[in-house]
């Protein structure tokens, strides 16, 4: 590299650095949890043959073999209970399979100080500084928003190793958000399901039913 080369990048990265903004105030407290996944709702989608030949000293040597293609869903198990259908995945030799992989173990929730809670996925082609964290983490985070045919905004957390260096996850909606259901009320004993069957003998529905039992 020449000289002014050298000189042209020094200034261009100085002017850069003078520019940086200055994100210490920015930081909020959150609570980074790793929800696990499973695959539900599989459907088959055919398969792919990834049988390959060739030949050698002792015949013709064959891997591979018939592998099946499916659709499914990635599935959130939420700590009450609760199960999220987060996005679609592909399993098998397929395109799809490679562009949306079913093995990703967990997905992450960040529940902010205010009880705001987000579903986040980490960004592809940039850091993941979750994996080096507890599966319940407390985190500071910053929110960073880009402009541009479509705005997005981002969720920055610094790597637990290196602050300097921050991982870049985006918020996720899920295919089904979550619903709580009314739990039944649990009942208060046995006596008027024993009243209601044919387990007791006239003497003792008498005896301990009442009566319209």
């Not at 030949?53 to 040597?61: D, I, K, P, T, W």
């Not at 609760?82 to 098998?92: N, T, Y």
């Not at 992989?101 to 705001?116: A, F, I, K, N, R």
Request: charged share 20%; glycine share 8%.
């Amino acid at each position: 590299m020449r000289r002014i080369d050298c000189i042209v990048l020094a200034v261009a990265v100085t002017v850069s650095l003078s520019f940086a903004k200055d994100h210490s105030n920015d930081y909020k407290m959150g609570t980074l949890t790793k929800v696990p996944l499973h695959v539900g709702g599989k459907v088959s989608m055919g398969y792919t043959d990834t049988t390959s030949c060739s030949s050698g000293l002792f015949g013709v040597h064959c891997t591979g073999g018939i592998v099946d293609d499916y659709g499914a869903n990635l599935v959130a198990d939420m700590p009450d209970g609760i199960e999220v259908v987060i996005k679609p995945c592909a399993g098998g030799a397929s395109l799809a399979a490679a562009l949306l992989p079913c093995s990703q173990p967990y997905v992450l929730t960040l529940t902010e100080e205010d009880g705001t809670f987000v579903f986040l996925d980490h960004t592809w082609g940039h850091r993941d500084s979750a994996k080096e964290l507890d599966t319940n983490s407390k985190v500071l985070y910053r929110t960073k928003h880009v402009r541009g045919l479509v705005s997005v905004d981002y969720v920055m957390i610094p790597d637990p190793t290196n602050p300097n260096k921050e991982g870049t996850y985006n918020v996720i909606k899920p295919m089904k958000p979550p619903t709580k259901k009314d739990a039944a009320a649990p009942a208060p004993d046995n006596i008027a399901a024993m009243c209601a069957s044919d387990k007791l003998s006239a003497e003792l529905k008498a005896k301990y039913c009442k009566e319209g039992q």
